[in-house]
């Protein structure tokens, strides 16, 4: 197709603006689909990290907003110029920070006719096809999982009494759950309001993602009774059971009342597993409710070798796991199943005069409003469901498998090196190590040499690191799973990029 010169923002004299002109949504499509086709082939040559300030970009572009249209060409230079410049390339295959944030281009289409449609799907009559991909693609993920037939929307029975719904972030997983467990722990207290919430306790390990806390000041929990249980290298900084146990015990003499435990499979410092099989047990005793937090390694979790991290699930009440950090679907796409819906929907559901109609009268209908915080939602389900559906089975835990490999493959390069110590036993595809203090240098000099290590890795724009703080000790974080990455990224053997810029920096500062 030749190249349009297209204005689509301009109206003709006499005509109206149009701004979903067909021709227009053709040739701009075109453009942008160049645009990325061209992002993905460039990216391993930029900078990991853009060398910008803080206020840049004001800079760049206009400080008003233009009061005339401009060609889409010129918005396209504008983006290429001034935007891609100071973009962090979280795609970039030399990115081995945080956690991975992948994608593909099933993915990538799928968001595009999502976002055409533009559906607002809070109920089911607004959104039949949307709700329903939602509803089977969540239980497709989950048979993957091995999950119960209680997390199931629909069993060989007919419909199930649990279900699922895809929200925006694990922090929305832990809010809903949260304000579910709240409101029946205060039932069972015959409170009628929230008069006594002040008696409510939470738990979760120390290393739970920092979010959990957020969430739960969020929800009126007295900052009091957030209990932090401290963890150690004896349960490879895992939640210990016993801890656990002895905690709620004193809470509960002390006539607070457990209600909440958070569980984490693969904790954003370090890849720490909390045993969710023991934990579900403790909570048991004082009718807690359980949630799961498998954002990142919950995606593993679909191949048969992995499984065992949730072994328990079936005791829990609710787990959430992040496609789009490991599971090649784009932001945002968070999956919650929860063993009883009617625990969510009875903390969650409105219904005004305005959303009534047949189908949620006739109680057939899956309204997913009711499980979340706002109203409003996106077709985050056909994304997710293009990804399984083109992708299967077998090639999604093709792409876990080799992630691990090449996370394996750089610890032994590691250990391999005596200068270096492996902090925590690798989970998963994330290897925590950090320089070894051996002879005169202290600890503490040892971290400083990590940090100078890790600053001027990053600033070198040849690959990105992240750390964290072990046992007082400051770590390295080496994250695999961007989806362009591949074992030349590891084991490349000149220093002119990637992970082997990584060692042969740590050559040049610890000589």
Request: charged share 20%.
């Amino acid at each position: 197709m030749d190249s349009v010169d297209t204005n689509p923002a301009a109206s003709v004299e006499g005509c109206s603006f149009q701004p979903l002109n067909p021709e227009d949504v053709r040739a701009c499509l075109y453009k942008a689909a160049d645009f990325i086709t061209d992002y993905y082939i460039s990216i391993e040559s930029m900078p990991v990290l853009p060398d910008v300030k803080p206020g840049y970009l004001r800079n760049e572009l206009m400080a008003s907003p233009p009061e005339h249209s401009a060609p889409f060409d010129v918005t396209m230079k504008e983006l290429r110029t001034s935007v891609v410049p100071g973009m962090m390339h979280w795609a970039n295959p030399n990115f081995f920070a945080f956690f991975p944030s992948t994608n593909s281009a099933a993915a990538i289409a799928g968001e595009l006719i999502a976002s055409a449609m533009n559906t607002v799907g809070f109920t089911w009559q607004a959104a039949p096809a949307a709700t329903e991909m939602e509803v089977l693609v969540l239980d497709w993920l989950a048979q993957l999982l091995r999950l119960p037939a209680s997390f199931m929307n629909r069993t060989s029975a007919g419909h199930g009494t649990g279900g699922g719904v895809i929200l925006g972030t694990t922090s929305e997983a832990m809010l809903v759950t949260l304000v579910a467990a709240r409101d029946a722990a205060l039932r069972r207290s015959g409170s009628n309001g929230v008069d006594r919430i002040t008696r409510l306790t939470v738990y979760a390990s120390n290393q739970t993602h920092s979010t959990f806390f957020k969430a739960c000041r969020l929800t009126d929990f007295d900052p009091a009774n957030l209990r932090s249980i401290p963890t150690g290298p004896e349960t490879d900084y895992g939640l210990d059971p016993a801890k656990l146990l002895e905690i709620m015990h004193a809470d509960f003499r002390a006539s607070l009342v457990p209600t909440y435990i958070c569980a984490t499979v693969g904790t954003t410092s370090s890849n720490a597993v909390d045993p969710v099989g023991a934990v579900a047990d403790v909570a048991a005793m004082f009718n807690a409710w359980v949630h799961v937090d498998a954002a990142y390694a919950g995606s593993a979790c679909i191949c048969p070798e992995f499984r065992h991290y949730i072994d328990g699930v079936e005791h829990v009440d609710s787990i959430s796991m992040s496609p789009h950090k490991w599971l090649l679907t784009c932001l945002d796409c968070t999956c919650l199943w929860v063993r009883n819906t009617h625990r969510l929907t009875d903390a969650l559901q409105m219904n005004p005069e305005y959303l009534k109609n047949d189908a949620t009268e006739s109680g057939m209908a899956t309204d997913l409003k009711d499980m979340q915080v706002g109203v409003g939602r996106r077709f985050r389900g056909l994304k997710l469901w293009m990804v399984m559906r083109t992708y299967g089975t077998t090639k999604l835990q093709e792409h876990i498998r080799s992630d691990v490999a090449m996370a394996k493959a750089f610890e032994e390069l590691v250990r391999a090196d005596d200068r270096f110590e492996i902090v925590v036993p690798r989970n998963f595809a994330l290897v925590c190590f950090r320089i070894r203090a051996c002879g005169a240098m202290t600890e503490e000099v040892a971290d400083e040499v990590n940090h100078l290590l890790m600053d001027r890795l990053n600033i070198s724009g040849k690959a990105y690191l992240a750390h964290t703080v072990v046992g007082r000790r400051f770590t390295l974080r080496f994250a695999v799973g961007s989806s362009m990455q591949e074992e030349r990224h590891v084991r490349r053997r000149s220093c002119n990029n990637g992970v082997h810029q990584l060692m042969c920096s740590i050559n040049y500062y610890c000589l």
